[in-house]
């Protein structure tokens, strides 16, 4: 199988499942209680806790670890609900949707073709803004410092979702300037299921899941030991490994996945832009082709892939970061998102070029879609 869904998900690390399967044969407690059993469990995700704020450069007292991605979003709209806001038009659906239910006002920043803020388009008159550090199906990475330095003028606090981003570009959230980010394990061969947010000392908070003391008061329930400790150990992992560095050659083989799809794939174009961005990502449009079925039949040639828009319920809709960046919904329905992994090898990209091309020609060949010259 050749799987380029990495930006989906990761596949759990090695070290990560041994780390996972000590603790599960310690006989440890619940972290918040008082005996021996407790501070061993305590002292793990302690370690987890240190782990991770070392891959961002934060302190270990700015981490609070949640359930994901998803709630930390929610925890940031929470704290500012009832406040005026504004994030970006192509944010993950975790802050653009929770802003949108609980901020007074969420004021929505337009991007580029590519996918990028401009800095100058940060509103002044908000109490949060909150822009991704990298988009998760384009991989456009946005000048966060520049935005945190209009925000402090603005006496502004800002946020970054970079869920997608760990792991593959350097992190350090004091030369960013941000007041907030959110990161999840399961995005760097950690398992699903567990996050964090951190949170800069100076900047205010308001828990969203209240009725315990856990995370210093921060985050109630019972601390899921088990998921934290392969937090820590990816973490660890990609510090130990300097993943990013490693993702310097996954670049090349996307790179070289980009020349050819264009070459190669008649009526094909590029979403995902060719400088500051993701080194793993690479977003496509095929023309006359319809990106769900393109999905469908790489999926039998055991290419697993992503496409650009999303399925609910039966209604087809297409991508709001791709509607947000090309204003057009045929490109939108006929993206796929290639998203690679450190595993990713030659081989995978020549497996993708041999059944690709047929793919998109065949459904070219029965589309009722008029093709587009110009866009050759």
């Keep these: 199988m050749t799987y380029l869904d990495y930006a ?57 670890f949640t359930s994901g991605g998803s709630e930390a979003n929610n925890t940031v709209s929470n704290i500012f609900a009832g406040q005026d806001a504004a994030t970006s038009a192509i944010e993950h659906p975790s802050v653009l949707e929770s802003l949108k239910a609980r901020a007074k006002t969420c004021r929505i920043i337009n991007v580029n073709q590519q996918g990028f803020v401009d800095p100058a388009d940060i509103p002044e008159n908000v109490n949060l803004v909150s822009v991704m550090l990298a988009n998760n199906e384009l991989g456009s990475i946005q000048p966060i410092a520049e935005i945190a330095k209009r925000c402090k003028n603005y006496n502004t606090f800002l946020h970054s979702d970079a869920t997608q981003a760990l792991g593959k570009i350097h992190i350090d959230v004091n030369e960013l300037g941000v007041d907030y980010l959110t990161i999840s394990a399961h995005k760097i061969g950690g398992p699903i299921g567990v996050g ?41 992992w990609c510090w130990d490994g300097w993943s990013c560095k490693q993702y310097q050659e996954v670049a090349k083989l996307r790179d070289q996945l980009a020349e050819r799809i264009l070459k190669e794939v008649p009526y094909s174009s590029l979403n995902s832009p060719l400088e500051n961005c993701l080194p793993n990502i690479l977003n496509v449009s095929f023309q006359a082709a319809e990106g769900e079925s393109i999905q469908l039949y790489l999926d039998a040639e055991n290419v697993i892939v992503s496409t650009g828009s999303a399925c609910a319920a039966g209604d ?16 939108a329905h006929s993206s796929i998102r290639f998203s690679l992994g450190l595993a990713t090898t030659q081989a995978d990209i020549d497996h993708v070029m041999t059944a690709l091309p047929k793919i998109v020609t065949r459904l070219q060949g029965i589309s009722t879609i008029k093709i587009k010259e110009s866009n050759q």
């Design 316 to 331: 087809i809709q297409p991508s709001h970061v791709l509607m947000a960046t090309r204003h057009d919904a045929e490109v």
């Design 8 to 64: 989906a998900t990761t596949p759990l690390l090695p070290v990560v499942r041994e780390k996972m399967l000590e603790v599960m044969n310690l006989e440890l407690g619940n972290a918040s209680s008082l005996h021996t059993p407790g501070h061993h469990a305590g002292a793990i995700i302690e370690d987890a806790r240190a782990e991770v704020a070392r891959l961002i450069n934060a302190d270990p007292s700015e981490i609070i």
């Design 196 to 236: 964090a947010l951190y949170v800069r000392k100076s900047a205010q908070y308001k828990p969203l899941i209240i009725g315990g003391h856990q995370e210093n008061k921060r985050r109630a329930g019972t601390s899921n030991t088990l998921l934290i400790a392969g937090f820590g150990a990816a973490a660890k």
